[in-house]
């Protein structure tokens, strides 16, 4: 599976028609939580859930640790972090004191190695026409008449079922899933969908 993009329009403050210009952005599916990357990595590691998230807190604690002494953090395959702060506006140095200097932010900079992996990643773009005409219980009940006449179906069997994006039938599935409509079975693009006995 792939991402999915829209084309937007680059910012235009002079409003000059002559430079419309577009850039791609990524639309998301969702946010990926802490216990679904998880629930991944277990079959593909030894690792378990309760020692992968004491490693986490562990981490987390000490790059606050670090950062607020003044530190960057480098996480290596992932990036830096960095830390920046915030005043209120002044003209003279003078005018701003240290009691007045406050954290702002954590900075993330993409390490070589996570860029590396990410380069040749599968795009394409959003058919932004294509919306469902159907709610979500119309949707429910044609995914239920269909299953009901195959053994399973997969997140492609879904949009083309019920003309909507794979953002909606990922949500719809997800959601189904967590109501016990469903229960799948498999991995990223290879997860099938089946009735919940």
Do not use: W
Not at 92 to 102: A, G, H, N, Y
Not at 106 to 127: A, D, I, P
Not at 164 to 190: E, M, P, Q
């Amino acid at each position: 599976m792939g991402a999915n993009y829209r084309l937007i329009h680059d910012p235009n403050p002079t409003n000059d028609p002559d430079k419309k210009t577009l850039h791609p952005r990524v639309v998301p599916y969702g946010t990926v939580g802490i216990d679904e990357l998880l629930k991944c990595g277990k079959e593909i590691s030894s690792f378990s859930p309760a020692d992968v998230k004491g490693v986490l807190q562990l981490l987390s604690d000490l790059m606050a640790d670090r950062l607020e002494c003044g530190y960057n953090v480098e996480l290596d395959g992932i990036g830096f972090f960095s830390v920046s702060l915030t005043s209120r506006k002044a003209e003279d140095k003078k005018e701003i004191r240290s009691e007045s200097v406050v954290f702002n932010n954590v900075n993330f900079r993409c390490g070589k190695e996570l860029k590396k992996k990410l380069q040749y990643m599968k795009v394409s773009r959003l058919n932004e026409v294509q919306i469902s005409q159907f709610t979500e219980n119309e949707r429910l009940e044609r995914m239920i008449h269909y299953l009901h006449n195959e053994p399973f179906m997969s997140s492609t069997d879904y949009m083309t079922l019920n003309h909507c994006s794979r953002y909606t039938a990922l949500k719809d599935l997800k959601n189904f899933v967590a109501l016990n409509i469903l229960t799948h079975k498999g991995y990223r693009s290879g997860r099938v969908y089946l009735l919940k006995a």
